[in-house]
């Protein structure tokens, strides 16, 4: 039981670090993917690594 504790507490503190610095790579909201990967590690960090990247594209004047 106390492994299973250790996990959680890994995977809440992990979670929204990895998912928030692969949104920042693909340029997507990182304060969003953030809470997500605290609320939903596992299922976050799978989605953010099966997204594709937003693209930015310049605006000329």
């Known amino acids: ?18 998912c928030a610095l692969q949104a920042e790579k693909k340029n997507r909201s990182t304060g969003l993917w953030g ?3 605290f609320a939903f590690p596992i299922i976050a960090m799978i989605c953010i690594f099966s997204l594709s990247p937003v693209v930015k594209w310049n605006k000329e004047n």
């Not at 039981?1 to 990895?18: A, C, K, N, T, Y």
């Open 35 to 37: 809470f997500l990967g």
């Open 1 to 18: 039981m106390l492994v299973l504790h250790i996990i959680f507490i890994l995977l809440r503190s992990i979670g929204p670090i990895v």
